[in-house]
């Protein structure tokens, strides 16, 4: 009988190692944020908004967050009778405390930052496809010197929607989402621990390569309290 040498035995008996994709990375972030994420956030925000790279206008934000899918922004104090509010699959705006607009628009940004980790892991998958994310595809990258996993491409030149992911904290620091022969683009950066997981403090968006707004935040408090009733658009009349 011939022998089989032993380094050839154990890799033999070694368990194969699991090809990293997109769902792969997925299940590394739930795994990782899934029950320790924090449930709520608040933060004042610094908002510019830019026009032909010119900055036009700055104003000041407050913003709360309950995940998964709940955010409101009063738009220049605390408890603003105007600004917007994002609620499961819609937005509102509201002035003088009192709905002027109301679409079926849902804040996806709210999802990638934190609104994931309270979802089933299948729900996850399904809203991804949902926002037309083809988890198929996958490669590795750089951003700002440091290494990325890439979800929904196969190059950093393909054209379709896509979400990168810091390969150290597991946290997404870009998105490329494009619609309607139009591009948008967001960069997530600065992220500061909170308890064990993570929010990102500056933050830019572009359309169609343009700079339209930034957002600096500070006074970042997760995990209180919150009174859902900010949420309600039927209490604005």
Same mark, same amino acid.
């Given at each position: 009988?011939?022998?089989?040498?032993?380094?050839?035995?154990?890799?033999?008996?070694?368990?194969?190692?699991?090809?990293?994709?997109?769902?792969? !990375?997925?299940?590394?972030?739930?795994?990782?944020?899934?029950?320790?994420?924090?449930?709520?956030?608040?933060?004042?925000?610094?908002?510019?908004?830019?026009?032909?790279?010119?900055? +036009?206008?700055?104003?000041?934000?407050?913003?709360? +967050?309950?995940?998964?899918?709940?955010?409101?922004?009063? +738009?220049?104090?605390?408890?603003?009778?105007?600004?917007?509010?994002?609620?499961?699959?819609?937005?509102?705006?509201?002035?003088?405390?009192?709905?002027?607009?109301?679409?079926?628009?849902?804040?996806?940004?709210?999802?990638?930052?934190?609104?994931?980790?309270?979802?089933?892991?299948?729900?996850?998958?399904?809203?991804? @496809?949902?926002?037309?994310?083809?988890?198929?595809?996958?490669?590795?990258?750089?951003?700002?010197?440091?290494?990325?996993?890439?979800?929904? @491409?196969?190059?950093?030149?393909?054209? !379709?929607?896509?979400?990168?992911?810091?390969?150290?904290?597991?946290?997404?620091?870009?998105?490329?989402?494009?619609?309607?022969?139009?591009?948008?683009?967001g960069t997530f950066e600065q992220q500061v621990p909170l308890g064990k997981a993570w929010s990102e403090t500056k933050c830019a968006f572009y359309f169609n390569d343009k700079l339209l707004q930034t957002?600096?935040?500070?006074?970042?408090? @997760?995990?209180?309290? !919150?009174?859902?009733?900010?949420?309600?658009?039927?209490?604005?009349?």
């Amino acid at each position: 009988m011939k022998l089989i040498p032993a380094i050839l035995v154990l890799a033999l008996l070694a368990p194969l190692k699991k090809e990293l994709n997109s769902k792969e !990375v997925l299940t590394r972030m739930y795994k990782r944020y899934h029950g320790v994420w924090h449930k709520s956030l608040k933060f004042k925000q610094t908002t510019e908004r830019f026009k032909n790279d010119s900055l +036009i206008n700055t104003s000041t934000w407050y913003e709360t +967050i309950v995940y998964p899918d709940l955010l409101r922004i009063d +738009i220049g104090s605390p408890g603003s009778p105007n600004g917007i509010l994002f609620r499961h699959d819609s937005t509102y705006r509201f002035k003088d405390n009192k709905i002027v607009q109301g679409v079926k628009n849902e804040n996806e940004l709210i999802f990638f930052l934190g609104g994931m980790y309270f979802k089933t892991f299948d729900q996850v998958l399904a809203h991804f @496809a949902e926002l037309n994310y083809d988890l198929s595809k996958f490669h590795t990258s750089t951003w700002k010197g440091k290494p990325v996993y890439v979800l929904g @491409a196969a190059s950093d030149e393909e054209k !379709v929607n896509q979400l990168w992911i810091d390969q150290e904290k597991l946290v997404a620091v870009k998105f490329l989402k494009y619609e309607n022969n139009t591009k948008e683009e967001g960069t997530f950066e600065q992220q500061v621990p909170l308890g064990k997981a993570w929010s990102e403090t500056k933050c830019a968006f572009y359309f169609n390569d343009k700079l339209l707004q930034t957002e600096t935040y500070t006074d970042l408090k @997760a995990g209180e309290e !919150v009174d859902m009733k900010i949420f309600e658009p039927s209490l604005m009349k």
